[in-house]
Structure formats: structure tokens, C-alpha cells
T-cell receptor, first 113, second 113 residues
Framework: DQQVKQNSPSLSVQEGRISILNCDYT??????FLWYKKYPAEGPTFLIS?????DKNEDGRFTVFLNKSAKHLSLHIVPSQPGDSAVYFC????????????FGQGTTLQVKP | NAGVTQTPKFQVLKTGQSMTLQCAQD?????MSWYRQDPGMGLRLIHY???????DQGEVPNGYNVSRSTTEDFPLRLLSAAPSQTSVYFC????????????FGQGTRLTVV
């Protein structure tokens, strides 16, 4: 039972254009969402997060949007750069009582020069 | 500041052998966890700990044991290795189980033959 789903295994965009990575979740109790970026042979690194009380959070070229009614979040990267090529994971956290992070399957982003 | 350190980076085991994957963090984080990454499956939680002396099972705990005798260390033990445990293992730590990001180690690539 996959509670956090990234239905697109891969995405290819041109340098300078927008990259949009999507994530859907099934558990309405999730209250905190995160995006991680992972390069080959390295551990995942934190990118950006959003609390369930917000619908948007921005950090430089990265913006995360949360649509609670649709149980959907997305990560926008504008403009995309070749160095953004990596695997992106979305993750969700349940409230205070557990603290576990549940991850999606990941989306491989390729940004072409 | 080393962050989260995992050893070894690579390991080959024979079926039935046991071993311990080491994880240490120097950030005084209460919350630590172990994930495995498999193609198309994302990061799946094996075991986690909310503090010294307290551990609990994640999504895929079978075949693994953990203990948390200190805040810094969270070793993962494979009791009797099986080919299905061939994977990349990541240890993560988090300041608490409120809304903070998790920091990951570099990973251990384990092959069971």
C-alpha cells in the first residue's frame, strides 16, 4: 500500500525551461511534506518542505505547491539547470506521534543543455 | 561537522552470513532511521528510533534488528543475509519528530550472493 506515489519515473526538460515534478498521497493525516534530491552514489539531500497549513513555499528556483483537497503536491524548478539532473523523492510525515517519513518511488530528472 | 556517517560503503556477503551496518551522527539528533533503496521502490523504512533505548519497526523490518544504546549510534544488523536484502541502505537522523528535515548518510551498497 503505497501512501506516497510519484507516478512519473522520469522527466526530461531543456535547460532554462520549467521542470514540474508531481507527487500524490493517500493519507490525509500527513501534515508535513518534503522534497529530496539524490545524485548517484550519494545520500539524499533535503531540498524544500511545506507544512500542511500552507499551499506554497518558495526557495530560490524551487517552489513546492500543496493541494490538500486533491492530496497532491508538486515541485517546480525554474529555470532548470543541467546540475539539477538527479533523482527527486517526495516524502510525507505523520503528526507528532510517529515522526516517520514515508517516501515516494522517485522521479529521475534529466535537464538537457 | 561530519553529520551522518555510515560504514562500510560497500559490502558483499554470502547467503546466511550476518553483519552489522554502522551509523553514527554527531548532531545530537533524537530521531534516527534506516531505509533501503531498491529500483522502482523508492526509500522504504526498515526501523526507526525516537531516542536512546527506544526502537520501532518500519515498513520492511523482517530480517533486520536494531538497537539504540546511545544517542549517536544506530546500528542495523542483518541476522542471516538473503539475496532479497541486496540493496542500498541509508541511515538518517532528524532533530525530532516535529517538522524538520532528515539528514542522510552516504549509503551502504550491500550485495548478497
Amino acid at each position: 500500500d503505497q501512501q506516497v506515489k510519484q507516478n512519473s519515473p522520469s522527466l526530461s526538460v531543456q535547460e532554462g525551461r520549467i521542470s514540474i515534478l508531481n507527487c500524490d498521497y493517500t493519507n490525509s493525516m500527513f501534515d508535513y511534506f518534503l522534497w529530496y534530491k539524490k545524485y548517484p552514489a550519494e545520500g539524499p539531500t533535503f531540498l524544500i518542505s511545506i507544512s500542511s497549513i500552507k499551499d506554497k513555499n518558495e526557495d530560490g528556483r524551487f517552489t513546492v505547491f500543496l493541494n490538500k483537497s486533491a492530496k497532491h503536491l508538486s515541485l517546480h524548478i525554474v529555470p532548470s539547470q543541467p546540475g539539477d539532473s538527479a533523482v527527486y523523492f517526495c516524502a510525507a510525515s505523520l503528526p507528532l506521534s510517529t515522526g516517520k517519513l514515508i517516501f515516494g518511488q522517485g522521479t529521475t530528472l534529466q535537464v538537457k543543455p | 561537522n561530519a553529520g551522518v556517517t555510515q560504514t562500510p560503503k560497500f559490502q558483499v556477503l554470502k547467503t546466511g552470513q550476518s553483519m552489522t551496518l554502522q551509523c553514527a551522527q554527531d548532531m545530537n539528533h533524537e530521531y534516527m532511521s534506516w531505509y533501503r533503496q531498491d529500483p522502482g521502490m523508492g526509500l522504504r523504512l526498515i526501523h526507526y528510533s525516537v531516542g536512546a533505548g527506544i526502537t520501532d519497526q518500519g515498513e520492511v523490518p523482517n530480517g533486520y534488528n536494531v538497537s539504540r544504546s546511545t544517542t549517536e549510534d544506530f546500528p542495523l544488523r542483518l541476522l542471516s543475509a538473503a539475496p532479497s536484502q541486496t540493496s542500498v541502505y541509508f541511515c538518517a537522523s532528524r532533530e525530532g519528530f516535529w517538522n524538520t528535515e532528515a539528514f542522510f548518510g552516504q549509503g551502504t551498497r550491500l550485495t548478497v550472493v
